[in-house]
């Protein structure tokens, strides 16, 4: 059966492929060496346009309007342009009401994109331009300590590590973001308030890695100018301990990045942190695809042990009869504790 | 691949959010026959991206059940035909509900009339409705474009215009979605399905289809302001989303060439299959599926007035869950819980199955949580499509569910349910249906699979269904009375062929079972007390013949609407007695 795998790794080889959504201009090159918040390629894909419809304004026919259009399409027209007018002994001006770029011209109407602002691409890790994709972005290339979450509130940032969280089941308080925290990316715990959230942006945190939070904060998650990985749980649980371990060795390091895309099993993206790591030689890529196998490190997602980290022992053929009474396929796992326990296999995942 | 009247075996896949189906019928002792079922997880996801690979680890899991081989292990491909060793299979017909819902824009002249027709037909299929035009619109041209643009359409459906009516006002709706269109880049443009004035086809499809990535028609959904006619379109619509997903989904394209181009949405064949069942029944009967899916709850009924059809993506069972929470709250979902469980517990649940939506409960109290969200999600949309449901249908009292003389339940948390008791209870307590209705399971999630085998072979999912498919729950009587707490309102008699007979007066807050074994008939004898209805007007008896099934008869006296009691403890009390009633 096929096994989903999340990543948390003290130091694998880790490669992005970053596309725009439409063709734009990719602006880096070949080996170029990028940060998370680098801009590697901009496209206009404007959701804001200005419709003038001069033939119905001049209440004339379509074509009568089209020919006296004196606009074409991909020109760019400020605020004022005059679009068309009749003839006459005061003849009328239908002008440009604001600036942009023609779009459009038939029917006797002009369309005006008059978006301010381009798409930009991040690279939303740091590394190496390992391959250009013209028109749609790049695939960049790093070394170092990856760790996936479950969570994200869309933001990407870089920065230096600063463990706060003592313990894997820390709760992060209000009072324990000062000042001296600016400018870091903080690995805090449970998150259960917004003043939390409030006080880290209050403080311009570069980011905040979280085991858990609440729920209710979603929304407010989501409106934070800084990034957010949660790599556990919506609702309190402890960081992960493999997790926990990778972040805290890492403390005080510099250029972490922080993806905080959304987690999407139909696209594959997850929310990443990626803490760059000296080496001389490229260490092995993560497995992507897995079966479950005996002997593999597991995670479990859900009660009766939501979060404990295991290793998978044995993968009965008959199905199993849970203790509520429901036929499942399972298999067995031994925590780290040296209990034993009867998994769905559907409620594991593969850490590697 | 074999002619389709002398079809043998038929290999039915069906392709869901969580789970990849492969179902062989075969013909035994001149019957087709439900022979086994083969699953796996859907591969739809990331990082394999590809149904391919769900659909073959199913049908290795099918060749593991049956012995028999439907792979070519050296070139790795289906076996079409029957091959000289026996290999293989006749026919192949598929279903998919995988996948995200389309995003569907909806155009239309007025709001009320080809707008809200539009949006049965868009919501008859796994679609979620991001915008919607009509010429009640306020919104200058600009901003509906701009409007299109923003909700990234899969699909733009374009209704309005009586069959010789005028057509200026559509006029200008179909050149803002063209605009809109014209200003997609080339691999995001949409489908555009033209279900309009017919005279405009011609002109639709001169201007959108150059801008599209496809473009369909059909017979106009509203010919006329009086007449709402969705059968044609919603045919069309079924084939349109497989273009669609066509495009979002890898291995889409070779399935379909697999079943000869007669890929359809899971819904779309579920209807066809429920339609010929309410006609197979006979006239004024009734028949209602419901599924629990990952992807979407959809209700799906079979009325002599035509088939009505629904999809509630909102209220899928999969990651899109939380959304349950927008449209009830965790209170009401820890009503339904036989323990005390803290609302905040309810919320963490219920986002912890967002994040893993193919993981399962592995506690008691999971479990029962899980069927509590199983209940609000089926609840909540069949009091929604109450609302779309043809007006004059039978019913006993108008917002509560019409008479149904079948009702089939599928979806892995009511068919997995560990007893029949939890599984039937689900189902009440949700549809809280009326009269008396025979309560059916669909354990294999066979419904999709038959409504897509009829276009091979008419004759296999009728005998299919004789062949034991699905299971027999129980026969349900709940009658519908205003009445005080605890006054008789129906006493019941039934005679087994051993010529056992069980009474029992039913008790306006009570719950009854007179058991009678599968396989077996009995008489059961209905009278009605203080006016109670059970489906032929207020205090008539009924005298049937009834099947044997899991459960026996169900005699369910908590009165329609159910409302449970605010009292904590005596609520909890009433849930564990009822679930002990059916068996627990």
């Known amino acids: ?352 | 691949m074999a002619s389709v009247i002398d079809t043998d075996s038929v290999l039915a896949l069906d392709i869901g959010a969580a789970t990849t189906r492969a179902i062989l019928f075969d013909v035994v002792e001149g019957r087709y026959r439900f022979v086994a079922v083969g699953q796996a997880p859907s591969s739809t996801h990331a990082p394999l991206n590809d149904l391919l690979s769900g659909v073959s680890d199913a049908i290795s899991h099918l060749e593991q059940i049956t012995g028999r081989t439907f792979i070519d292990n050296q070139t790795n491909s289906i076996l079409t035909s029957i091959q000289a060793d026996g290999s293989g299979v006749d026919a192949i017909t598929a279903t998919i509900s995988a996948g995200p819902p389309l995003r569907a824009v909806i155009a239309g002249l007025l709001a009320d009339v080809s707008l809200e027709s539009a949006r049965k037909l868009a919501t008859s299929t796994y679609a979620r409705i991001v915008e919607s035009i009509s010429i009640n619109d306020p919104r200058p041209a600009e901003e509906q474009i701009d409007a299109i643009l923003k909700a990234n359409p899969d699909i733009i459906i374009i209704a309005g215009g009586t069959n010789g009516g005028a057509s200026q006002s559509l006029q200008g709706i179909i050149e803002n979605i063209g605009l809109a269109a014209y200003l997609m880049p080339q691999d995001r443009k949409p489908l555009i399905f033209f279900v309009g004035n017919r005279e405009k086809d011609a002109e639709v499809k001169e201007i959108l289809e150059p801008l599209s990535s496809a473009l369909y028609t059909a017979p106009n959904i509203r010919p006329s302001i009086e007449k709402e006619d969705l059968n044609a379109a919603r045919k069309e619509l079924a084939r349109a989303v497989v273009e669609v997903k066509k495009m979002q989904l890898r291995g889409v394209d070779e399935i379909d060439a697999w079943t000869g181009g007669y890929l359809l949405p899971s819904i779309f064949t579920e209807g066809r299959i429920i339609d010929f069942l309410s006609q197979l029944y006979g006239a004024q009967k009734s028949v209602l599926s419901v599924n629990l899916g990952a992807s979407a709850t959809t209700i799906t009924a079979g009325f002599d007035e035509g088939l009505f059809s629904q999809a509630y993506p909102q209220f899928g069972m999969g990651n899109n869950i939380v959304e349950i929470l927008e449209n009830t709250s965790t209170a009401a979902i820890a009503n339904w819980l036989p323990m005390d469980i803290s609302p905040e517990r309810v919320n963490d649940y219920v986002y912890a199955k967002a994040l893993y939506p193919h993981s399962i409960p592995a506690t008691k109290d999971d479990l029962f949580l899980e069927q509590a969200l199983g209940r609000e999600a089926l609840r909540i949309s069949i009091q929604r499509s109450l609302k779309d449901m043809p007006a004059d249908v039978p019913a006993l009292k108008s917002g509560l569910l019409p008479l149904f003389d079948v009702i089939i339940g599928g979806g892995s948390i009511i068919s997995n349910a560990p007893t029949p008791g939890q599984s039937l209870l689900i189902l009440l307590d949700a549809l809280q249906p009326v009269g008396i209705s025979t309560f059916i399971l669909d354990p294999n999630n066979l419904l999709p699979a038959l409504g897509g085998a009829t276009v091979i072979n008419s004759l296999l999912p009728i005998q299919a269904l004789e062949t034991g498919a699905f299971s027999n729950l129980a026969t349900v009587v709940s009658p519908v009375v205003s009445a005080r707490y605890g006054v008789n309102i129906l006493s019941a008699s039934l005679t087994r062929a051993d010529k056992s007979v069980s009474k029992v007066e039913l008790k306006q807050g009570g719950f009854e079972v007179l058991p009678l074994k599968l396989g077996e008939v009995g008489d059961l004898s209905l009278l009605p007390r203080n006016r109670a209805d059970i489906g032929r007007g207020p205090g008539k008896k009924i005298n049937m013949k009834v099947g044997g099934s899991a459960l026996g008869v169900v005699l369910d006296g908590r009165g329609r609407p159910l409302e449970l009691t605010s009292d904590n403890v005596r609520r909890r009390d009433l849930i564990k007695k009822w679930l002990w009633s059916l068996g627990g």
């Open chain 1, 1 to 352: 059966m096929l096994a989903p795998v999340i990543h948390q790794l003290a130091l694998t080889t880790i490669v992005r492929k970053r596309l725009m959504p439409v063709d734009g201009e990719v602006i880096v090159k070949l080996n170029q060496k990028v940060s998370a918040s680098d801009v590697i390629g901009e496209a206009s894909f404007s959701q804001s346009h200005h419709l003038i419809d001069v033939a119905r304004m001049l209440n004339i026919k379509a074509n009568q309007a089209d020919k006296m259009i004196a606009l074409k399409v991909g020109e760019k027209v400020e605020e004022g342009t005059v679009v068309a007018s009749d003839k006459g002994l005061i003849p009328r001006k239908i002008k440009v009401q604001h600036s942009g770029r023609v779009v459009a011209v038939g029917g006797g109407q002009v369309l005006i994109d008059i978006s301010k602002r381009d798409y930009q691409l991040k690279a939303g890790i740091s590394g190496e331009v390992i391959e250009i994709i013209p028109k749609r972005g790049a695939v960049i290339q790093e070394v170092g300590a990856l760790v996936q979450g479950v969570w994200g509130n869309g933001k990407i940032a870089r920065g230096r590590l600063h463990v706060l969280a003592e313990q894997t089941n820390a709760i992060l308080t209000p009072s324990q973001l000062d000042i001296s925290l600016r400018s870091l990316v903080i690995l805090a715990g449970y998150c259960q308030d917004a003043e939390s959230l409030k006080a880290a942006a209050d403080i311009t945190v570069r980011g905040l890695i979280l085991s858990s939070l609440h729920p209710s904060l979603i929304g407010l998650a989501r409106k934070m100018p800084y990034p957010i990985i949660v790599t556990d749980a919506l609702g309190k649980q402890p960081m992960s301990p493999t997790a926990y371990k990778i972040l805290s060795t890492n403390n005080q390091r510099d250029n972490v990045s922080l993806n905080a895309d959304f987690f999407s099993r139909h696209k594959g993206t997850r929310p990443e942190i990626v803490i760059p790591l000296p080496q001389n030689s490229l260490p092995p890529e993560p497995i992507e695809i897995d079966q479950f196998k005996a002997g593999q490190t597991v995670r479990i997602v859900r009660a009766p042990a939501t979060g404990a980290v295991g290793t998978l022992i044995d993968l009965p053929a008959k199905q199993q009869i849970l203790p509520n009474g429901l036929r499942v396929t399972a298999g067995e796992v031994k925590l780290e504790n040296g209990e034993l326990l009867m998994v769905p296999l559907v409620n594991l995942e593969v850490l590697g």
